[in-house]
């Protein structure tokens, strides 16, 4: 398949924001496609070179692709630079200057294939070393100088990570289990491919299997070490009463820890099956790195593996060994220097709480409380690896005690866990079987809200120079689209703002993203990417936010009233993972019960009818995971 193909769908792509449009136009182009080549498209579409856990990045700086466009078309970096603030997109300035463009013959003539660009980008990303700036640039002009403008505008944005087709996951979902679904209906198809997904983390492979062998292609896949699985997710309830009666009077409940969440993968340290244990966080962000002290527990601790485990991994008071505040552990993210001093001044232990493969292969399937006890019989406790704390509770009482006991140890909470039969592990749903509850549900709104920043207002007086508030907006699985929920200005200091300001220019984009829904108009629109915690007095209707429009009342959406930061960059959450507008519904629905009463809040969209389901990513998502 010629490059200038893709580059015409991608076109096409952008010029929609509506998720059936945006399913037809790839549905159609799927079926196109050489099967060898499905699974890079794929990726491409992404803005990938490879499924994101495997962390290949393409480490352009925009430095260099501007210097390699300006040897493409003889101009001065200065120059390219200018127009790029005037246009605010380095695609759209090489497509302008490459529709200038004189040459000799066989420059532009559009014969790029799919597979020589994804070649010459991996060649781009795996550079590294003494001269792999030079060698950048050199083969990113040689793909500008082969270009036609409109490929030229593509090639850009690829190599700087800003694609901006507003394809989400799900919508490639949807296009795949259309192209490929043949005698299958269409939800029975989305539902195999999704499902499929969640377990393998890669659309390369989901595509390729489709493709090749339609949904029957998929029934081969399983856990797998090396391959993140998506992490089940939680739902949430205003009271430990209201959880009883969602498991029909008995759980198991488990402390709620302020840490970080983690996925370990231990291959076998016998024979030829050796290998790497590797850490993924609930992003499927490859964090092994940072947390060496865990690699090098977790085979002992596993009996010696093959085995995929899931945890909390919680800074430890290296004096006391209580549990120590979430904003510790963040400090050990991100880190390539310091790790031993880190390891000696932010000390963790992983408390693992289920089980997803072991030596006699994947365990999803099985209810939680035979994972629960086959956890128990293969870990060998050490002090690196435990396990989480819990409890089988059968009253209100009981249920009472351990959640006081849980805060007093130093948790934010409990996780209430379903112990029937059909208590599988759900891998990318969220829905009863899993319950949190938490601390903040005793006092003001009934818990933080993780809001997506996709816009910005510049700051006056003392935060001058840099942004004085955020605009905020929440999540809408049924569209993929993110609608606004407030503006934050307040729970900042100086500092804070500063880093913000600093992390946030590289998203900073010339419009609206196509997924964002507004009425409001910032100073400074940004990509849906960065998440924040926030906490408010209330939810309130709002006529000018959109978020949850129209749920409660035609033409009103949710506001969040007096919103203030909590301090917590919610850098282990996707854009995606924010607080979904179905969440925002069942606050608001729980903020009226207590209002007005056990009768109010029965308008449109009372809560679910009391027992446990799930919740597929395609539908009521966004509960945060535990």
Known sequence: MLFRELAEIFTGLEATSKRLELRQTLSEAFRRVPVPELPLILYLLQGQLRPEYEGVELGMADSLARKALALAVGRPEEDIAELVRSSGDLGDTAESLLRQRTGPPGQGTGE???????????????????????????RLRELLDAGTPIEAKYLVRLVLGKLRLGVKEMTLLDALADAFRGETGFKEARAEAEAAFNVSSDLGEIAGRMAEH??????????????????????????????????????????????????????STRGTQAGTVRLFSRRLEDVSSQFPEILAALPDALGGGPAIVEGECVPIDPVTGELRPFQEISRRRGRKYELERMQEEVPVRLLLFDLLLSSEGPTLAQPYPERRARLERLLRPSERIGLATRELVHDLSSSERFFQQALADGCEGVMAKSLAEGSSYRAGTRGFWWIKYKREYTHELADTIDGVV????????????????????????????????????????????EDLTRRLAGDERKGPDPSV????????????????????????????????????????????????????????????????V?????????????????????????????????????????????
């Open 582 to 626: 179905r969440e925002l519904l069942r606050l608001y629905q729980t903020q009226v019960r207590r209002m007005e009463g056990p009768e109010a809040g029965t308008d449109p969209g009372r809560p679910a009818p009391r027992h446990p389901r799930e919740r597929r990513g395609t539908g009521e998502a966004g509960a945060e995971s535990p």
């Open 214 to 267: 339609g949904v029957e292609g998929l029934r081969g896949i399983t856990a797998q070490v090396g391959k993140p699985i998506r992490p089940m997710l939680a739902e949430r309830e205003a009271s430990l009463e209201e959880v009883l009666e969602r498991m029909d009077g008995s759980c198991a409940l488990e402390y709620k820890y302020d840490g970080l969440r983690l996925q370990a993968h231990v291959p």
């Open 517 to 580: 829904v507004s009425t409001l108009e910032p100073d400074v629109w940004l990509e849906p990417r960065l998440v924040l915690e926030v906490r408010g007095a209330e939810l309130t209707l709002s006529p000018i936010h959109r978020a949850g429009d129209g749920l409660v009342r035609p033409g009103y959406g949710f506001a969040l009233r007096f919103p203030r930061f909590t301090g917590r960059l919610r850098e282990d959450k996707g854009p995606e993972e924010a607080t979904t």
């Open 454 to 497: 996709v816009g910005a207002y510049r700051g006056r007086g003392r935060r001058a120079g840099r942004y004085g508030a955020l605009l905020l907006a929440a999540y809408d699985p049924g569209t993929g689209r993110f609608p606004t929920l407030c503006k934050l200005g307040t729970g900042f200091d100086d500092a804070t703002l």
């Open 112 to 138: 790029l294939s799919v597979t020589g660009v994804y070649d010459a980008l991996q060649a781009i990303a795996s550079s590294t070393g003494e001269g792999s700036q030079e060698e950048k640039v050199r």
